[in-house]
């Protein structure tokens, strides 16, 4: 089963616009979520978390925002730049014992910010 | 501040044999997590070793094991490999601390089971 969903494989942006990725989960244990960057040949680069206590969370150009109520999470970059253009991981943790240091992560979705 | 660093980056193995991937946390880090990545999907967990005993297991077969040494560097061991084994395999540490943890990932060993 597929506990966090990022159902949309690839998005196009131009450049200095909204860029705005979706992730759905379907644990109402998870209660830290993550957002990670993703270029070729690299591991994940951590870019913004948020806290299941907060609903917004801001670092620069990057917001996440959370809905617990819907079980949904976004990251908003503005403006998006070509640098960006990279796969995006959404990932979500609970806490307990059997959860110790395991991010379940979705499925990665495509960005591409066009000149 | 050094990050992570796996090595190899690149390894082929045949079906059957067994491989040792090497991962060095992040400085001051204490905390190592390993994950599988297979095409087009997310990283999967598959353990995590805190002062040197393992602290967490996803859902891997026991063929799939690992160590931390006292300077928290990390290994992952693959017996019996399959195909289904080729994957990219990232190694993440963290310091656990206030609020929660955040794990920073190496650039990954890409393995190849023929």
């Known amino acids: 089963d597929q506990q966090v969903k990022q159902n949309s494989p690839s998005l196009s942006v131009q450049e200095g616009r909204i860029s705005i990725l979706n992730c759905d989960y379907t644990n109402s244990m998870f209660d830290y979520f993550l957002w990670y960057k993703k270029y070729p040949a690299e591991g994940p680069t951590f870019l913004i978390s948020?806290?299941?206590?907060?609903d917004k969370n801001e670092d620069g150009r990057f917001t996440v925002f959370l809905n617990k109520s819907a079980k949904h999470l976004s990251l908003h970059i503005v403006p998006s730049q070509p640098g960006d253009s990279a796969v995006y991981f959404c990932?979500?943790?609970?806490?307990?014992?059997?959860?110790?240091?395991?991010?379940?992560f979705g499925q990665g979705t495509t960005l591409q910010v066009k000149p | 501040e050094t990050g992570v660093t796996q090595s190899p980056t690149h390894l082929i193995k045949t079906r059957g044999q067994q491989v040792t991937l090497r991962c060095s946390s992040q400085?001051?880090?204490?905390?190592v997590s390993w994950y599988q990545q297979a095409l087009g999907q997310g990283p999967q967990f598959i353990f995590q070793?805190?002062?040197?005993?393992?602290?967490g297991r996803g859902n891997f077969p026991p063929r799939f094991s690992g160590l931390q040494f006292p300077n928290y560097s990390s290994e992952l061991n693959v017996n019996a490999l399959e195909l289904d084994d080729s994957a990219l395999y990232l190694c993440?540490?963290?310091?656990?601390?206030?609020?929660?943890?955040?794990?920073?990932f190496g650039p990954g060993t890409r393995l190849l089971v023929l």
């Open positions: 990932a979500a943790s609970a806490r307990g014992s059997s959860n110790t240091g395991k991010l379940i």
């Open positions: 400085s001051g880090h204490n905390t």
């Open positions: 070793y805190y002062r040197e005993e393992e602290n």
């Open positions: 993440a540490s963290s310091l656990p601390g206030a609020e929660r943890e955040t794990q920073y």
């Open positions: 948020i806290s299941s206590i907060k």
